[in-house]
């Protein structure tokens, strides 16, 4: 027998389009969460506005996606039930997202992988036959353009900046990069979804995507690490160690007073 | 001259611009307190971020970032005001790390619940709000305009904190509770805000003939206490003062001063939280030089390939 960290994952419960919203939702959610902590610790205070800003479209992007989860799956539960009530393990976030921040090159690193990701596939998904989704991802794409712009930017200059801040960048690249083929991977739901017109297979954005980051790597005259992809599997819900404390910092209010009104 | 032509733009209620002549003084003295006013907003930014991580509910956390956001913007404009005086921002934030300039008192104490966020935003925004209404009026142009986008964004943060402890107030047991904890302790801090006594306070004559400053501190500090007791009272809440009374014969109400021997403490640095706020600034700033100095290397280097 396999281990279940490697088994083919269980059927989800949800609706598919539910599944599927939750997983973005989930994306967005986390990495919001990521980008907040610096709010009041940036290296400079335009740095404190701009990652509120990013952090405050994925937060957005984030309800709307969960929302709409909780409306398909018809249980009654709404984005606050589905944000603070789920465990860990019923989180399906990509790993990429729940890394700590780490320091300014991490965080600049992991931005250029997942807003670069992120805008293809919002772009895709604009077109969705899924009339919500389709309304979600056209708006969210024209925020996703400048958080592809700022961690495009930021690249350049730490990469072409110090001999310091290229080795810093390059080390964020190093932490980031074995999370990248996750971004990438198909399962059974994305491809009923791709092939229903509802969702994007997240393998088509592969090569695209290679060559965008390619790209401001090379002008930023640094390189794509050699690093062994991780073990992966945030959509079947496994999880780095990362994530169940934040959830922890996360949830604690919510759940300390069961079913009230903030 | 000079100094004439300044007086009279002043006696009449115009502004004086960055480039007209003005005294040393009011120079100093503008350069003294816009730039306290920029570091407490960057200050105040670490209490109510305390939050941010554990907001109980999305629609919360969102408003929670906007406004610590909104705050670093207040810095970044009034930053800019200062620097029309011939400062720059590096010197000012070198200024306060060194403890060479001040910041609000009020950002010293600790947000230990979530009500601390609706405490702040009610009563904090709101006496910040009493205070600087005036400077938007203030004799010097950059401030005074300045002012008036931050004013309107204040309110807002007054409103938001007012319908936090509007719901926690209306919520179950504990989360009154939760309420009316984070108003006891807050109260007496906001009260502080306005100052010292006219009689005690060392700036406020001359920063009131030069119309910088509009009205004493006692004055905006009852203004502060008739607006907020109407309030608690929609809230459903206590203000922690026995003493609080109608005065009809004054037209306001009565109220027990602050100890300002507390607000003495804090002000010198033996507040709960004075070292820490500075140790985390401190880090902010150590932590980010090898960003700046990246951000500034590369545009060197453009420069440099632009010219050849």
């Known amino acids: ?262 | 001259m000079l100094q004439l032509e300044f007086d009279e733009r002043v006696a009449a209620d115009d502004r004086v611009e960055p480039r007209d002549w003005m005294p040393d003084a009011y120079r100093s003295t503008l350069i003294r307190q816009i730039a306290q006013h920029a570091h407490s907003e960057i200050i105040g930014m670490q209490p109510e971020g305390n939050w941010i991580t554990r907001a109980p509910s999305l629609k919360r956390k969102a408003i929670l970032i906007a406004k610590v956001q909104d705050e670093a913007g207040h810095g970044l404009y009034l930053y800019s005001a200062a620097e029309t005086l011939g400062v720059d921002r590096d010197e000012l934030v070198e200024l306060l790390l060194a403890g060479r300039q001040k910041y609000s008192s009020i950002f010293n104490y600790p947000t230990l619940t979530w009500a601390d966020i609706g405490a702040i935003g009610w009563l904090v925004d709101g006496a910040a709000i009493t205070n600087q209404v005036p400077l938007c009026r203030c004799s010097y142009g950059p401030y005074a305009r300045a002012m008036v986008r931050i004013c309107k964004e204040e309110s807002f943060h007054q409103r938001q904190g007012f319908e936090i402890l509007y719901t926690l107030g209306h919520g179950t047991p504990g989360q009154k509770a939760m309420a009316q904890d984070a108003v006891d302790r807050w109260w007496w801090p906001s009260l502080m805000m306005f100052g010292p006594p006219d009689a005690a306070s060392t700036h406020t004559g001359q920063s009131t003939a030069w119309k910088i400053k509009r009205f004493g501190n006692d004055e905006l500090r009852q203004r502060f206490v008739d607006m907020t007791v109407p309030q608690a009272d929609a809230l459903g809440l206590a203000l922690p003062d026995d003493g609080i009374a109608w005065n009809a014969e004054r037209g306001h109400y009565d109220f027990t001063e602050p100890d300002y021997a507390e607000l003495t403490a804090v002000i010198e640095g033996n507040g709960p939280c004075n070292a820490e706020r500075i140790a985390v600034r401190r880090a902010a700033h150590e932590d980010g030089a090898w960003v700046r100095e990246a951000a500034a290397a590369y545009a060197a280097k453009r420069a440099g390939r632009e010219a050849a």
């Open chain 1, 1 to 262: 027998m396999r281990s279940p960290f490697f088994a083919t994952p269980p059927a989800t419960t949800m609706p598919d389009a539910a599944a599927y919203a939750l997983r973005l939702g989930d994306d967005a959610l986390v990495l919001s969460h990521r980008l907040a902590e610096w709010v009041a610790h940036a290296p400079e205070l335009e740095e404190d506005v701009a990652l509120a800003n990013i952090s405050l479209d994925l937060l957005g992007q984030a309800r709307a996606l969960l929302a709409y989860a909780g409306a398909v799956e018809g249980a009654g539960r709404d984005e606050d039930a589905l944000a603070y009530l789920r465990d860990d393990r019923a989180f399906t976030n990509m790993q990429l997202v729940e890394l700590p921040r780490g320091d300014f090159g991490l965080t600049i690193a992991r931005q250029l992988l997942f807003s670069t990701y992120q805008r293809m596939l919002y772009a895709r998904l604009a077109a969705s036959s899924d009339e919500t989704l389709a309304g979600i991802a056209a708006k969210a794409e024209k925020e996703v353009a400048y958080h592809v712009d700022h961690a495009t930017q930021w690249t350049l200059r730490l990469g072409e900046g110090t001999a310091g801040s290229h080795a810093r960048m390059r080390a964020g690249l190093v932490a980031v990069w074995p999370y990248a083929d996750e971004l990438f991977e198909a399962d059974p739901l994305t491809d009923r979804l791709a092939a229903e017109g509802v969702g994007v297979d997240p393998s088509c954005l592969r090569g695209e995507w290679d060559a965008a980051v390619d790209g401001v790597l090379r002008e930023a005259t640094l390189e794509r690490p050699e690093v062994r992809p991780a073990a992966g599997g945030g959509r079947r819900g496994l999880h780095t160690e990362h994530l169940g404390h934040l959830l922890a910092e996360m949830q604690s209010l919510h759940r300390a007073h069961p079913g009230v009104t903030w």
